[in-house]
Structures are given as structure tokens and as C-alpha cells.
């Protein structure tokens, strides 16, 4: 089974609330809502992948030294297995905006639940919990 490494991320604002953003129509698993990230390019070290994705996906930039390690997901979905490592990050430069066409939400990390997500996030809600 193929290995699929990807990277996501837990925005803390100051107000201890999550960012979580919504896998838009068109997406395998779309209208789920998920941490953003996502994958890993060959030779590329996590962190960095997950700079690029925040700044792709969401217009603002992270410092790697701003990612602190959390977590990771280990997920065997049909077609091939996830490693997704989950880092918590509360400094960034620039306003969060959806540049994808994703919907985004600020949550408290109580309502995470409330918020159908794929099957490889799920466990990482706990995690969060336990954090904040």
C-alpha cells in the first residue's frame, strides 16, 4: 500500500480558538472540515512543506521555528496509508483568507467535534483538547 506523507496544522489565535477550513467541492472528501496543510513534496522537510501550504491555502506566512510538534495520525484509508505529523503554531504574519475557495472557521476546541472531519483528523481533536 502506498505511503502518502502529508503535514497539517493547528492555528491558535489568541483567543485559544482552532482554525479549521472546509474541503471544498471537487475534493476527494469534500464538505469535510480539516486542519489545514497538506502534502509533502519528495525532499521536502515537513515544516517547510507545511510554510508553503499555509501560505498557498491561507495567504500568511509561518516561520518554521513558529511550528511546535503535537501529534500525528496514522490512517489506512482503501487506496493508500496517511502518516499526517500535526503541529500547533500561534504566531503568523497576515490575515487568514480561504485562497481556495474553502471555507474557513475559527473554533473553540470543544466545538471541534461538532465538525464532520475525515477520518485521519478525528484522533487529533483529543490531542487539542488535552492542549488548550
Known amino acids: 500500500m502506498k505511503l502518502?506523507?502529508?503535514?497539517a496544522c493547528a492555528l491558535v489565535d489568541v483567543d485559544n480558538r482552532v482554525l479549521i477550513s472546509q474541503r471544498p467541492e471537487g475534493k476527494q472528501l469534500a464538505g469535510l472540515w480539516e486542519f489545514p496543510g497538506g502534502k509533502v513534496d519528495p525532499d521536502e522537510r515537513p515544516?517547510?512543506?507545511?510554510v508553503r501550504e499555509l501560505h498557498e491555502e491561507l495567504g500568511i506566512t509561518v516561520k518554521p521555528a513558529c511550528l511546535a510538534p503535537l501529534t500525528f495520525a496514522s490512517f489506512a484509508y482503501e487506496t493508500f496509508h496517511l502518516l499526517m505529523p500535526l503541529y500547533v503554531c500561534r504566531r503568523w504574519d497576515g490575515f487568514v483568507t480561504g485562497r481556495e475557495g474553502q471555507a474557513t472557521r475559527w473554533v473553540r476546541p470543544k466545538?471541534?467535534?461538532d465538525y464532520p472531519m475525515?477520518?485521519?483528523d478525528e484522533p487529533l481533536v483529543a490531542h487539542l483538547l488535552d492542549l488548550l
Open 111 to 113: 466545538q471541534l467535534r
Open 47 to 50: 515544516e517547510d512543506a507545511l
Open 118 to 120: 475525515p477520518p485521519a
Open 4 to 7: 502518502v506523507l502529508v503535514v
